[in-house]
DNA sequence: CTAGTGATTCCCT
DNA sequence: GGGAATCACTAGC
């Protein structure tokens, strides 16, 4: 038999680790969206690490600015960025405070509130598709710059928060190359840093960074 | 199935 | 100025 999930929230204590430890720790977790017109939540199935000021593909490569300011902060807490004109991406920071790193949400299964994430999500052909991407995933649970910031691990209230859920267990953890980062799936020299749920049918597909050519 | 491209805005150089 | 941690849609095999 199946065990329910632990419907325990995640201490700060989770996520103040090293990101790489953190990242594949986070499959099977679930991340729940408090929203007016009620609870959405999420168990995660797929995720990238970003290691701070020491990982070209991460926003804090290039140190402290306006917009990532939030990596630089207190583990636990949600960094959520604007992209390609249209789309929000959301992150959880890691420890140790300072080192600007996090955690990609990138993929996830709705497990509750699916009729209020699908009015965001008109376009998906079905309930695999709600949050399979990071854009995806962001915007089925109605996640924007507005929520950059929020503590995920704040006592009371709080419109975000992860439960402990069901881990994955190690040998059903799969990690390769991450998606649309520069660099990245060429050959050999990679971070091996996106970590899915083996054979789940919610992961995003995989997708080699393509560099755009400009504009007439 | 894969490959190509337009959308659209913010951020940093 | 120009790229960006993406998505949706199209064409073609």
């Known amino acids: 038999m199946i065990a329910s999930p632990d419907r325990t929230p995640l ?16 499959l099977g977790r679930i991340l729940v969206r408090s929203t007016p017109d009620g609870p959405i939540a ?24 306006a917009r990532n300011s939030v990596m630089f902060g207190e583990p636990g807490h949600v960094y959520v960025y604007f992209t390609y004109g249209m789309w929000h991406c959301m992150n959880l920071v890691c420890g140790p405070v ?15 509130g699916a ?6 999500r008109l376009s998906a052909r079905n309930d695999k598709e709600l949050a399979k991407g ?13 929520l950059d910031g929020t503590d995920a691990c704040a006592e009371g209230e709080t419109p ?12 059903q953890v799969c990690n390769g190359p991450r998606t649309g980062v520069a660099g990245e799936g060429g050959d050999g020299d990679v971070h091996p840093w996106r970590f899915w749920v083996a054979n789940d049918p919610t992961v995003s597909p995989y997708r080699a960074h393509v560099p755009r050519r400009r504009r007439s």
């Open 11 to 26: 201490p700060r204590s989770f996520f103040d680790r090293p990101v790489l430890d953190v990242a594949p720790d986070l």
């Open 42 to 65: 999420l168990r995660l199935t797929e995720v990238e690490a970003y290691d701070g000021p020491n990982d070209p593909g991460s926003h804090a490569y290039r140190g402290q600015t």
């Open 98 to 112: 300072g080192r600007a790193s996090a955690v990609l949400l990138r993929a996830g299964e709705i497990i509750e």
């Open 115 to 120: 009729e209020l994430a699908r009015t965001r």
């Open 134 to 146: 990071p854009a995806r995933l962001a915007t089925a649970l109605d996640v924007g710059r507005a």
């Open 160 to 171: 975000l928060r992860v439960l402990a859920g069901t881990p994955v267990p190690s040998d």
